[in-house]
């Protein structure tokens, strides 16, 4: 996926979640950053940034999950260990198999 493409999508989920952890409604700032210079690259987009939050995605992109608003979804720094401490790793295997039988 195009990186300001999806930079665009993490601002859309910013502003449709208000700001706010989408678990525990905790305010989380917000800012465009200007990536340094990079030799390789003649332009690189701005990146959208939260402060002490993190876009967490629903499917995971190692079995398949995408970048794109309706897997991913803004959560503060402690809501998103918590989820990924709760999620039983059983749970990711059945994910696996079902996003594989979907293909």
């Known amino acids: 996926m195009n990186r300001a493409i999806y930079h665009n999508q993490r601002e ?3 502003i449709l979640a208000d700001g706010c952890c989408e678990i525990c409604k905790k ?3 917000s800012f465009w950053v200007k990536p340094p210079k990079n030799p390789y690259f003649k332009q690189q987009p701005k990146q959208f940034r ?3 939050g993190h876009f967490h ?3 995971p992109l190692w079995i398949g999950g995408e970048d794109k608003k309706n ?3 803004l959560l503060c720094i ?3 260990k918590l989820v990924h401490k709760s ?3 059983d749970l990711y295997l059945n994910m696996e198999l079902t996003s594989a039988q979907r293909r």
């Open 87 to 89: 999620m039983p790793f």
């Open 71 to 73: 897997n991913l979804q």
């Open 12 to 14: 859309a989920i910013y």
């Open 57 to 59: 995605h629903k499917i």
């Open 50 to 52: 939260v402060i002490n």
């Open 27 to 29: 305010y989380l700032e």
């Open 78 to 80: 402690d809501c998103h």
